[in-house]
């Protein structure tokens, strides 16, 4: 890949003081994860549909 980012930030919220949300794509495989964060506490989790399907961006 060269110089290309694998990873690019495609949204981000704000959900308050010190909290966001916001969704990174992977651009090899083109899954979206969402990472949470609130203070020094955070979670990344794959981005899912409502069927429960993995959303991947191509």
Do not use: H, W
């Not at 969402?34 to 794959?46: C, D, K, Q, R, W």
């Amino acid at each position: 890949m060269g110089k290309d980012k694998r990873f690019t930030v495609d949204q981000k919220n704000g959900l308050g003081f010190a909290a966001s949300a916001i969704v990174i794509v992977d651009n090899e495989t083109g899954v979206n994860y969402l990472f949470v964060n609130s203070g020094y506490a955070g979670g990344l989790t794959p981005l899912l549909d409502s069927k429960g399907n993995v959303v991947i961006t191509r």
